[in-house]
């Protein structure tokens, strides 16, 4: 065992109650992102791309475990806002 290794050691002794503080706030922070995306059935995977066939839907939801594909545009645009010194940008979704 490497000097650094009992330093290590000594260190994670030295400070063992806020390392159990820090790992349960973890396992809360993982339990309560689980169930949020349980809940509103938020997305595993996000891809941007230019362009992108219609027929590429029915491929990706043949995948296993797929649940629900969605295809948008998006598209950045420019508002013009009375009272800002710049224009602002804002975005449009399809449905």
Known sequence: MTALDRKLIRDLLRLRGQVVAMLSAYDSFKLT???YDEQYRFADVFVQLQRAPE???DRNQAI???QQVQMQMLRDVI???P???EPATGGLTSR
Do not use: F, K
Request: no cysteine.
């Open 33 to 35: 992102q689980q169930s």
């Open 55 to 57: 027929h590429l839907r």
């Open 83 to 85: 009272g800002l010194p």
């Open 79 to 81: 508002i013009d806002v």
């Open 64 to 66: 296993p475990g797929m």
